[in-house]
């Protein structure tokens, strides 16, 4: 699951507060930065190097792992 906040706060240290801001730091298209801003959609690995390499946030920090449900194997 991907969690926005980690981006949110980085991203406003550097005063990015709209997803406008970050289509324009990332270099990405308008609807990636605003699915990005708002969590509708994880960022693919090479999203997730921009992020990391302009903002400081790493992928682990961006996604979050979930535990696997009772019942089902934890993939390999």
Known sequence: MYD??????AAQTLGDRRPVDL???LKVARTT????WHG????????A??????????AAQL??????AIG?????
Not at 72 to 76: G, W
């Open 63 to 68: 996604i979050k792992t979930t535990a696997p």
């Open 4 to 9: 926005r906040s980690a981006l949110h706060t």
């Open 40 to 47: 509708r959609n994880a960022p693919s690995a090479a999203l």
């Open 23 to 25: 289509q324009h730091r």
């Open 33 to 36: 930065a605003w699915r990005l």
């Open 49 to 58: 190097v921009r992020v990391e390499a302009h903002y400081g946030v790493n």
């Open 72 to 76: 089902e194997q934890a993939a390999i």
